[in-house]
Nanobody, 118 residues
Framework: QVQLVESGGGLVQAGGSLRLSCAAS????????MGWFRQVPGKEREFVTR???????SYADSVKGRFTISRDNAKNTVYLQMSSLKPEDTAVYYC????????????WGQGTQVTVSS
């Protein structure tokens, strides 16, 4: 079955950096668009960024210029490099996958906590 496993979360001071990883298995990774979402307790899950199966990227305005998404199809892994972190970036970060021809994310990871202290 499909599994998405995030890693790399943790506690960091404001202005610092973290790199999240999401290792995928059970799917043809190169045919999937991969996304990162985040959620704060009591709020809806929000889109952060995605990288298309073709390599195109899209970012939420709140993270543009600070976050970078990338993928390594040989390792079935997608990365999220986060820099200039702010306390408002504190959230559980989720990795998600959708087929190249779909608009719906069918698979989700379990999430990894990112906490940015001021």
């Amino acid at each position: 079955q499909v599994q998405l496993v995030e890693s790399g979360g943790g506690l960091v001071q404001a202005g610092g950096s973290l790199r999240l990883s999401c290792a995928a298995s059970g799917l043809t990774f190169r045919r999937y668009t991969m996304g990162w979402f985040r959620q704060v307790p009591g709020k809806e899950r929000e889109f952060v960024t995605r990288i298309e199966w073709s390599g195109g990227t899209s970012y939420a305005d709140s993270v543009k210029g600070r976050f970078t998404i990338s993928r390594d199809n040989a390792k079935n892994t997608v990365y999220l490099q986060m820099s200039s972190l702010k306390p408002e970036d504190t959230a559980v970060y989720y990795c998600a996958a959708r087929r190249w021809d779909s608009m719906k994310y069918d698979y989700w990871g379990q999430g990894t906590q990112v906490t940015v202290s001021s």
